[in-house]
């Protein structure tokens, strides 16, 4: 479903990824853990290309792309296309203020898919029963929780049925009485066997809900496997001072 090689992306002078490198098949549930400041959120990005990779190769369903010196970047119809199949939640919900929150999930399909209006509102209700969140549909976000706001802002990106959803620290906004709340949401779609890439701090719920957790270190992805051998029961020295600081944090 996605592979991402020898992703390499600077910021100026800043060489944030190295060369990682993530393969993600059909229906996993794949966790990216690390410190602050190792490169998982831009890999995410990259994998939307909300960040275009300056060098490496990003395959996303039938969408393939190359990035290096000489090639040209994806034009605003190929970046439209992918995005029409790669779902995205970010940490602070970006959703639409003005509009309500049937008007938030009714958008992309209408405006990007051609949905009528009657359907792509019919299908936003369904979205909203699923997130838990059926009465809220004419409510506007200001009037939100936050975990509310993220509930809604998951359900607007199922709402354009996307292949592969992708999750910026998605509680990470949230105070931590609402956090169980969107866990509940992601672990459902998680069973429902949704493809999904999350970056996350929350390392019982990664443990529980993934099918492999990546450790990204200094730009790379350094290790991947399962929740067993990354997080329950580290090998490496690197990873097991990464785990013992992010506990003693906590």
Do not use: W
């Not at 890999?43 to 939307?48: S, V």
């Amino acid at each position: 479903m996605l592979a991402a090689q020898n992703i390499h992306k600077s910021f100026g002078d800043h060489h944030v990824l190295k060369g990682a490198s993530l393969s993600v098949q059909r229906g996993e549930v794949v966790t990216l853990i690390g410190a602050s400041g190792s490169g998982k959120s831009t890999f995410l990005r990259c994998l939307n290309l909300l960040e275009t990779p300056q060098q490496g190769e990003l395959a996303i369903g039938a969408h393939r792309f190359k990035f290096g010196t000489g090639l040209r970047a994806p034009d605003d119809a190929k970046l439209a296309a992918l995005r029409q199949n790669v779902g995205m939640v970010f940490q602070h919900f970006n959703l639409f203020p003005h509009m309500t929150v049937l008007g938030n999930l009714t958008e992309g399909p209408v405006q990007v898919k051609g949905m009528s209006k009657p359907d792509a509102e019919a299908l936003g209700r369904d979205l909203l029963a699923k997130v838990g969140l059926a009465d809220k549909a004419d409510a506007y976000p200001s009037r939100l929780s936050g975990g509310q706001k993220q509930r809604v802002a998951i359900a607007r990106a199922l709402a354009m049925k996307p292949d592969v959803m992708l999750f910026d620290e998605p509680t990470s906004a949230l105070d931590p009485e609402l956090v169980g709340e969107v866990l509940a949401v992601i672990r459902s779609l998680a069973a429902e066997g949704m493809t999904m890439v999350l970056v996350t701090h929350e390392m019982s719920f990664a443990a529980d809900v993934s099918s492999r957790v990546g450790f990204m270190n200094d730009g790379v992805m350094a290790e991947t496997g399962t929740a067993e051998e990354i997080i329950r029961k580290p090998s490496s020295e690197r990873l097991k001072a990464f785990l013992s600081r992010f506990h003693e944090a906590r």
